[in-house]
T-cell receptor, first 112, second 114 residues
């Protein structure tokens, strides 16, 4: 049902590497979100965007950054990965006035 | 701020057992309430929702009723199946100022054995 994609699905990298997690949606949604899901399954909102050139930090402080140059694309970047960044990252989108968020399949990141 | 408290589990049930997952919320306004489900290796999917008091959301045999007086939105299913094994999240959105940010509970992992 959901047309929201995340790549890569799994990533193992060494400490200090720069990485970008990709998120794209083909539904034309203005609103997009990044969540971090810890091993205990709890979800934390780390970034969101309400449209092109709009980005905001979420409820959980994160060392990652995001950009929104195109409506369909909302990449997340870590300039220097650390083991504490090991987690699952979920991207979501929604339309204005819509209560439902559509989630991508997630990227499971492991930093060694 | 707004918050959601739900049963954390993990919970293991036998097939055809009755399921209840408790969820209570704290919100300043009149939130919309949701249950999302996460199957193994996948992202979250909306299971059901309710937007105002006394609304009942239902889908795939699951039901939940928005109870304003008890600030609750408990999820129930009369007879679970192995395919219901997943993590279940209760969530709210207060919709303030056009925001659709979701506040999630901590999730509850359900395993259903044949």
């Amino acid at each position: 049902e959901a047309d929201i994609y995340q790549t890569p699905r799994y990533l193992v990298i060494g400490t200090g590497k720069k990485i970008t997690l990709e998120c794209s949606q083909t539904m034309g949604h203005d609103k997009m979100y990044w969540y971090q899901q810890d091993p205990g399954m709890e979800l934390h909102l780390i970034h969101y965007s309400y449209g092109v050139n709009s980005t905001e930090k979420g409820d959980l402080s994160s060392e990652s950054t995001v950009s929104r140059i195109r409506t369909e694309h909302f990449p997340l970047t870590l300039e220097s990965a650390r083991p504490s960044h090991t987690s699952q990252y979920l991207c979501a989108s929604s339309d204005w006035g819509a209560l439902k968020q559509y989630f991508g399949p997630g990227t499971r990141l492991t930093v060694t | 701020g707004d918050s959601v408290t739900q049963m954390e589990g993990p919970v293991t049930l036998s097939e055809e057992a009755f399921l209840t997952i408790n969820c209570t919320y704290t919100a300043t306004g009149y939130p919309s309430l949701f249950w999302y489900v996460q199957y193994p290796g996948e992202g979250l999917q909306l299971l059901l929702k309710a937007t105002k008091a006394d609304d009942k959301g239902s889908n795939k045999g699951f039901e939940a009723t928005y109870r304003k007086e008890t600030t609750s939105f408990h999820l129930e299913k009369g007879s679970v199946q192995v395919s219901d094994s997943a993590v279940y999240f209760c969530a709210l959105s207060d919709g303030q100022g056009g925001s659709e940010k979701l506040v999630f509970g901590k999730g509850m992992k359900l395993t259903v054995n044949p």
